[in-house]
């Protein structure tokens, strides 16, 4: 079955960076567009960043410049570089698989101090 695991968040101070890893399992990894959404405490999820099969790279505009998602093929993982990161990046951020039926990690939390 579907399986997405997440690692790699934290706390870190504003204008810190940290890199999100998405290990993927039980499907073909390298056929698929892969996802980064994340939630904040009261909010809904919001789409985050996107990278096709191609390797094309898709962002919300709260985080252009700032985040840079990417995959290993390879390696059936996807990854979120993000770069200076700012307290309103905090959230729980889930890595998606989305084709018809939607599968979602756990999450990992990244928490952002002022």
């Known amino acids: 079955q579907v399986q997405l695991v997440e690692s790699g968040g934290g706390l870190v101070q504003a204008g810190g960076s940290l890199r999100l890893s998405c290990a993927a399992s039980g499907f073909i990894f390298s056929w698929n567009t892969m996802r980064w959404y994340r939630q904040a405490p009261g909010k809904q999820r919001e789409y985050v960043a996107q990278?096709?099969?191609?390797?094309?790279?898709n962002y919300v505009d709260s985080v252009k410049g700032r985040f840079t998602i990417s995959r290993d093929n390879a390696k059936a993982a996807v990854y979120l570089q993000m770069n200076s990161l700012k307290p309103e990046d905090t959230a729980v951020y889930y890595c998606?698989?989305?084709?018809?039926?939607?599968?979602w990690g756990q999450g990992t939390q990244v928490t952002v101090s002022s």
């Open positions: 998606a698989l989305r084709r018809g039926t939607d599968y």
């Open positions: 990278i096709t099969s191609d390797g094309y790279t």
